[in-house]
Structure formats: structure tokens, C-alpha cells
């Protein structure tokens, strides 16, 4: 199942960050940490897998020189490193701490996708796509 929620997730930037598959529920920000770097690491691997050269697209996208190794653990640490991840993860573990589970997805008050487009749209994030959403500037709605 995708986990998105408006509450976490207030634009399309931000859901195509922080949308995770997961089997269980996610309730709380640790967990959902957990599954980002699952996430990372099947989107690295899906770039590597149709040609696409990991290593260029983060230093295209972040602006930097990329020195760390070519395995999928030096990758997903330096993403989770960067001054734009780090502060997309400080917005989303504040966002957790407001984050009500009892309020529907479809709630007219966080106005989101809804759930058959939420899966529409996981199923279209690559890497390249994070990326240019992690490149973007403004994570709140």
C-alpha cells in the first residue's frame, strides 16, 4: 500500500519526497524515515537498472560534486546528509507532530490527492523525479 496523507504531504513536492510503499502501517516519523531510505535504494536501483547514472543525477540536481562511493549505502547516506534533505526531513518530523491518523486522506480542511491518484503518482517517481522535488525550494503547501 502507499502511505500518503495530506497532513505529511501538503503539495506535490512534498508527496513525491515522502509518499513510501509499506505493507504495515506507518505511525510514526521514525518509521517513515525507515521506509525513505527503502525508497531511495529501489529508486537508485531503478536508475542504475535503465541506463541512468546515480552519481551525475545528484550532483545535477543538488548542485554538488558527488565523491562518496558507487554503492547504494554511500548514495542514500549522502542524499540523507544534504543540507535540502536534512531540512525536508526537519519540515516532515515537524509535520509528524501535528499529524492527527484519525482525520481522513479526503479531508476537505488538508486538500490532497486522493488515494487513486496518490497511487497513480508513486507509481511515476523515479529518481531523477525526486531528485528535482528534493531540488525545489518551498515544501509547505
Same mark, same amino acid.
Given at each position: 500500500?502507499?502511505?500518503?496523507?495530506?497532513?505529511?504531504? =501538503?503539495?506535490?513536492?512534498?508527496?513525491?519526497? &515522502?509518499?513510501? !510503499?509499506?505493507?504495515?502501517?506507518?505511525?510514526?516519523? @521514525?518509521?517513515?524515515?525507515?521506509?525513505?531510505?527503502?525508497?531511495?535504494?529501489?529508486?537508485?536501483? @531503478?536508475? !542504475?537498472?535503465?541506463?541512468?547514472?546515480?552519481?551525475?543525477? $545528484?550532483?545535477?540536481? *543538488?548542485?554538488?560534486?558527488? %565523491?562518496?562511493?558507487?554503492?547504494?549505502?554511500?548514495? $542514500?547516506? &549522502?542524499?540523507?546528509?544534504?543540507? !535540502?534533505? +536534512?531540512?525536508?526531513?526537519? @519540515?516532515? +518530523?515537524?509535520?509528524?507532530? &501535528?499529524?492527527?491518523?484519525?482525520? =481522513?486522506?479526503?479531508?476537505?480542511? &488538508?486538500?490532497?490527492?486522493?488515494?487513486?491518484?496518490?497511487?497513480? %503518482?508513486?507509481? +511515476?517517481?523515479? *529518481? !531523477?523525479?525526486? *531528485?528535482?522535488?528534493?531540488?525545489? @525550494?518551498?515544501?509547505?503547501?
Amino acid at each position: 500500500m502507499v502511505f500518503y496523507t495530506p497532513q505529511l504531504m =501538503p503539495n506535490e513536492q512534498s508527496a513525491r519526497l &515522502f509518499m513510501v !510503499r509499506s505493507t504495515h502501517p506507518i505511525e510514526d516519523y @521514525t518509521i517513515h524515515e525507515a521506509h525513505l531510505h527503502l525508497k531511495l535504494q529501489q529508486l537508485i536501483t @531503478t536508475a !542504475r537498472n535503465s541506463g541512468e547514472n546515480p552519481k551525475e543525477l $545528484i550532483e545535477d540536481y *543538488l548542485e554538488c560534486d558527488y %565523491s562518496q562511493g558507487d554503492e547504494h549505502s554511500a548514495m $542514500i547516506e &549522502f542524499i540523507f546528509q544534504h543540507d !535540502r534533505m +536534512q531540512s525536508a526531513l526537519w @519540515t516532515l +518530523q515537524e509535520l509528524w507532530g &501535528f499529524y492527527d491518523p484519525e482525520i =481522513p486522506s479526503e479531508s476537505l480542511y &488538508f486538500q490532497g490527492m486522493d488515494t487513486q491518484e496518490a497511487i497513480e %503518482s508513486y507509481a +511515476q517517481i523515479d *529518481l !531523477r523525479s525526486f *531528485l528535482e522535488a528534493l531540488a525545489g @525550494t518551498s515544501l509547505n503547501s
